[in-house]
């Protein structure tokens, strides 16, 4: 009997990463190209399939069973990637139906967000878990929200915009959708660098570098020196960011919340500051109840692992 | 063929009450007992158990097939009733299974705000629709959550409950829940009467009656008539719910949010700011797509109905 493999691809505005997956979750080959080359969607799509195809002829006694897509402004119910502004393709592109065109195979597209929720649910330590959120703390911040074992889509299948919960009303802090206040403004490597320049402001501290240079990883080694607007910079992230987690765990009790990405990787600097206002926010019936814990997700291998796990979720409630 | 009928019973702290509905949402009958009575939780059960087997028999050619009843505090999961303030049962109650021992009958629990949302979309306007917030602004604010065509129970049966989201960090507005600034110490009753209180307070203005006496109700005359402070009472009623509520639609994207209860009678007072601040705080991929609306349900119904569609769901569902 052939061994069943799926297709992981995480398309990115500067990368798309893609790799052969087997039901374990091990990477049995991967690549990349470089997005912005494909001015043409369906050029795009078969270009990968054609490589993975070839790849997959590569490892004898395996079966490739379907492609799995993770994209900014990914639809899983339409298949489609709208109005994604940092990609090639303009407007609502039809991507699945082009991957299936191309390679003749299944295709299942979200966005990567919520792929890399599944990730971490078929592949990752939400294996036993019917209710969790997975945050992604990047440039922005993204969620894939779990409840009862299924990633919660909404009736247009854009549900699970956490990043997107205004939590300071009037807030001066301008969010790339255009409005103020929305808890990526402050929850985010964006988020982090705005505070620790606004807490140097307050001491009237200069910059300890040129302004342009200032990104998470740098806040993140001055807080490790022992500088306090880095350290203030954490706890103010950690405050808002544990107050929004327990506002939404209101509304779906989960038993744990996942955090992922650049910020998460700062550790107890993050995580501590979280646990300590989502303990003093949470509502007494919740408390002692949710474990907020680091992805059990390899950064490098997140995305495609959480593409392909699109397929596999198929399958496997398939052979059930 | 005999027709199926079930009981509904709506647990207050004041009175129970309870009816006999059919499967298209008509009470056959209906009554209602004082709760603080009923000392003993069992002896409650076969009290109610006893009258809704006698008036079944009283209606020739039905067949009853289970009891659902909405309760404070009441989980689906367990059955049980947990440390509802109001009730004269302390700590963890196993009220189904006392029905099931009085009535020998299935019988499903859930909270009541569950409950009407169940109702909602078993018997009223969200029959065709998959992905809804029911919300019931009454002394507090209560909410079913809808899903995929599911009530969102959590890990523990205890999510969905928007009224304690806080909204304002800092408020010192006391919720009864021992925090402050949650959604419902601004949208309810209670969260009205504070505000325009501080309104007249602002203003110098006396309170045109005894404050004692002032309740929503009051407050809903005094903005028919133009009171100033009224209606910016409601008016901010409305700023603070429809943000909120905007909120809650990226986490899950429903279609419709049904508006329920005391303060939702008041109508374009209050479901016009509402819906001003709900447009103003969308994110854009929701806009135009998510309609605020009062709740089809009768209100002296609500109640029952929904306690009923907990056993017609089910019934329903097996049926499929």
């Not at 912005?36 to 043409?40: E, G, I, L, V």
């Not at 330590?125 to 019917?130: D, E, T």
């Not at 549900?159 to 969010?175: P, Q, T």
């Not at 409005?179 to 929305?182: D, F, T, V, Y």
């Given at each position: 009997m052939s061994e069943k493999i799926v297709a992981g691809i995480d398309i990115g505005g500067t990368n798309t990463k893609y790799g052969l997956v087997d039901e374990y979750g091990k990477i049995l080959t991967r690549g990349s190209l470089h997005t912005?080359?494909?001015?043409?969607a369906f050029d795009f799509a078969k270009t990968i399939s054609d490589i993975i195809l070839k790849e997959t002829e590569k490892l004898p006694g395996t079966d490739l069973h379907g492609f799995g897509v993770g994209s900014p402004n990914g639809n899983y119910f339409t298949g489609t990637i709208e109005?994604?502004?940092?990609?090639?393709?303009?407007?609502?592109?039809p991507l699945a139906k082009h991957f299936r065109e191309a390679s003749g195979l299944p295709v299942s597209i979200t966005n990567d967000a919520k792929a890399a929720a599944m990730g971490e649910m078929i592949f990752g330590?939400?294996?036993?878990?019917?209710h969790f959120f997975f945050i992604t703390l990047g440039t922005g911040l993204g969620s894939g929200i779990v409840c009862d074992g299924k990633i919660v889509y909404g009736h247009d299948g854009f549900?699970?915009?956490?990043?997107?919960?205004?939590?300071?009303?009037?807030?001066?802090?301008?969010?790339g959708c255009g409005?103020?206040?929305?808890l990526e403004t402050y929850a985010s490597a964006t988020g982090i660098r705005k505070s620790y320049m606004k807490f140097l402001a307050e001491k009237d501290q200069r910059a300890p570098?040129?302004?342009?240079?200032?990104?998470s990883a740098f806040i993140y080694n001055q807080a490790k020196k022992g500088d306090a607007a880095a350290l203030r910079a954490f706890d103010y992230t950690g405050e808002i960011l544990g107050l929004a987690l327990a506002n939404a765990v209101t509304l779906f009790s989960p038993e744990v919340i996942f955090l992922f990405g650049g910020l998460a990787r700062a550790g107890d600097l993050i995580f501590n500051p979280t646990i300590k206002s989502f303990d003093e926010n949470i509502l007494k019936i919740y408390k002692g109840k949710v474990r907020i814990i680091p992805s059990s997700l390899n950064e490098g291998d997140a995305a495609i692992l959480g593409a392909a796990s699109l397929v596999w979720h198929d399958l496997k409630n398939v052979a059930k």
């Open positions: 912005p080359d494909y001015a043409d109005f994604a502004p940092n990609l090639p393709w303009k407007g609502v592109v330590g939400a294996r036993n878990i019917r549900a699970g915009e956490m990043g997107h919960m205004i939590v300071k009303a009037g807030s001066n802090r301008l969010c409005r103020h206040g929305c570098i040129d302004p342009e240079q200032i990104d």
